[in-house]
């Protein structure tokens, strides 16, 4: 099949301080940027996309505390969203492997707050997202976040001096959306686990890491460290995707609220015949 040319309308000129915030293809308000800072650069239009345009403006749940999470799905639009913690312990065995660990862990999130919620005052959420993100060391352990500074102090040691420093970085993404059908379970649920590989320099000293330590930065991190902020300086390098040490991918996040949105009633072995 010959390619075919997606037809756009003719974007303001990227340095056109004057240039209307509005182009013609943006007129539904729901996806028009934020305010522009007086002075500053316009801020980006809103990825125009079917699933996300679906969900804006309707309930769409994070099951997650963590800002920065928040943060990586304001990136693709999502703004307004609530946060409702699950209060479910996280209490998987931890001779589990990593991915099947922390794919529990999240799923029971999903659930749990999904079905506090469905017959919430506020009306059925639209979409239910949850995560959850351990450090794996090099022989499988399974590092969650310090509960003091000296078993902070010793977690960033074991990453810094064990396998050369390579440690690995495991989250879990689950969705979940109500289906129009009354398709049994009632609900779409995707789910996915996204792994990228950390490479503390070995160069880094003990006073630096306790240097770090004293910082807190990494007190609520699983691993005890955030690789997008402070903790920058103890990574010499990563081999696969940044915003998933961070905590979210968001890539596969996205793939996954398309998949639930998107017309999830209808059957795989369907899909590929159309």
Known sequence: MADQKLLIDDPP??????????????????????????GGPRPPFHLDLPALNEIRGKRVILASASPRRR????????????????????????????????????EAKARNIYTSE???????????????????????????????EREHMAMLKQLRDGNNGWHKVYTAVVCMAPLESAVDPGYALEMHVEETAVKFDGAVTDELLLSYVKTREGADKAGGYGIQGLGSILVEK??????????????????LIEKVIVDPDVPAEVEEAI
């Open 71 to 106: 943060q990586l799905l304001s990136q693709i639009g999502l703004n307004d969203i609530e946060i409702i913690p699950s209060t479910l312990p996280e209490n998987q065995d931890k001779s589990l492997a990593p991915f099947e660990y922390v794919l529990l862990t999240a």
């Open 238 to 255: 990563i081999d696969g995707t940044f915003d998933n040490v961070v905590g979210l991918p968001l890539r596969s996040t996205l793939q």
């Open 13 to 38: 000129a990227y340095d056109d301080a004057s240039a209307p915030l509005v182009t013609p293809a943006e007129k539904d308000v729901s996806r028009q940027p934020a305010p522009r800072t007086p």
């Open 118 to 148: 469905i017959d919430s005052p506020k009306g059925e959420p639209r979409l239910v997202i949850a995560a959850d993100t351990v450090i794996s060391t090099h022989v499988g352990q399974i590092l969650e976040k310090p509960r003091n």
